[in-house]
């Protein structure tokens, strides 16, 4: 794993950004597996201005990101959807058939699941994964305890992940209770994977992932067995270290 040591959020989201414009740049129909959440925000931000600045083409890549809520509607404003629109989508103005995130508003989860694991095998997998972690070590909405080998389905969202996200919505009980998620086994697919961690909050899970043992406890601990990690932490989530 190569660990790249920042000083805080700002440096993180401009470096892992410069990674991902590079990419792009050499590799014009990349295929690109994204996060959505607080923490890759600012990385959004600067590799839109990367690529419009460039002028790079955007017009073969493609997008699959990592979870989508179960129940919301993918027009409403929390939905990962509305997300990716705003933050990646249009800025960027990429068209609908280049992105894709699991549909949680269908009456079938787990066909919605499977197909959409389909889709990413037909489009011949991902060459780099985004990824933030939760303050728990879940990767997507792998929660502790998920056999690292399971391939995108429908999961239970624990209460401690309702309640971190519950700052987007009105209440914590509008917050879905369940979500679709690429499993560990999608993830560990990907060529190359790349981890934003930032903030205190993050230091437990990092210290896991550093120096833990590989164990369903920490889902973070997975990408010990990949061949591919860079890992961008800044000061505070690299507390432990
Ligand atoms: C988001 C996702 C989650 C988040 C994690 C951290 O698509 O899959 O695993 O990366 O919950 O969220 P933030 O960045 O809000 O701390």
């Given amino acids: ?19 991902f414009y590079q990419m792009i740049d050499q590799q014009p129909n ?55 629109k705003e933050h990646f989508y249009q800025p960027l103005g990429l068209n609908q058939g280049q ?65 971190a996200n519950a700052r987007f919505f009105d209440s914590k009980e509008d917050v879905p209770t369940h979500a679709i998620t690429m499993g560990i086994g999608t993830i560990l697919d990907a060529k190359k994977v790349v981890l934003l961690a930032s903030g205190e909050r993050k230091a437990d899970a990092i210290y896991q992932l550093v120096n833990g043992e590989v164990s369903e406890d920490w889902p973070i601990t997975a990408l010990k067995n990949h061949p591919d990690v860079t890992l961008f932490v800044d000061k505070d989530a690299a507390a432990q270290l």
């Fill in 99 to 163: 992105t894709f995130i699991p549909d949680g508003s269908v009456s079938d989860p787990d066909e919605e699941s499977k197909r959409y694991e389909q889709h990413i095998r037909e489009a011949g997998g991902i060459d780099v994964q985004l990824l933030g972690v939760g303050t728990n070590g879940h990767i997507g909405f792998n929660e502790p305890g998920t056999p690292f080998n399971q391939r995108t389905h429908q999961v239970k969202l624990k209460e401690s992940t309702r309640d």
């Fill in 30 to 84: 990349i295929r690109l597996g994204l996060a959505t959440g607080s923490t890759p925000i600012g990385f959004y931000k600067y590799l839109t201005e990367f690529l419009q600045a460039e002028e790079t083409d955007v017009s073969k890549l493609l997008s699959f990101n990592l979870d989508e809520y179960i129940g919301l509607d993918p027009q409403s404003p929390q939905s990962f959807y509305t997300f990716m």
């Fill in 1 to 19: 794993m190569k660990i790249i040591k920042v000083s805080d959020y700002e440096e993180m989201s401009r470096k892992s950004a410069k990674m």
